[in-house]
Nanobody, 126 residues
Framework: QVQLVESGGGLVQDGGSLRLSCAAS????????VGWFRQAQGKSREFVAA????????DYADSVTGRFSISRDNAKNTVYLQMNSLKPEDTAVYYC???????????????????WGQGTQVTVSR
């Protein structure tokens, strides 16, 4: 059982930056794909970014491409989401998710992930 804990959320002004962290409870190096999703109030949970098990391949939703960057430090069992040029429409609860996946490809679908964190709130004010 892998436990994931997100941190780094908060309140930021339009155009600001935040870095979210997703810490895993056990060694996830090499064998787990990780993704970030978000859910705004009244909306369904949507894909934000994903990274393959090695960190060599990443994928982003069109809405965040060029502004967000996903990375991982397998030695620390942590995946990061650097968010720059934040907009009010980025306001949501952000979740990280992980799944055992040995292919070197990031995963975009919610259904592909087995383990989920509790989420961290990101609020971008105008």
């Amino acid at each position: 059982q892998v436990q994931l804990v997100e941190s780094g959320g908060g309140l930021v002004q339009d155009g600001g930056s935040l870095r979210l962290s997703c810490a895993a409870s056990e060694r996830t190096t090499s064998n787990y794909a990780v993704g970030w999703f978000r859910q705004a109030q009244g909306k369904s949970r949507e894909f934000v970014a994903a990274i393959d098990r090695s960190g060599g391949t990443t994928d982003y939703a069109d809405s965040v491409t060029g502004r967000f960057s996903i990375s991982r430090d397998n030695a620390k069992n942590t995946v990061y989401l650097q968010m720059n040029s934040l907009k009010p429409e980025d306001t949501a609860v952000y979740y990280c998710a992980a799944t055992y996946y040995i292919s070197t490809a990031p995963l975009r679908q919610r259904s592909e992930y087995v383990y989920w964190g509790q989420g961290t709130q990101v609020t971008v004010s105008r």
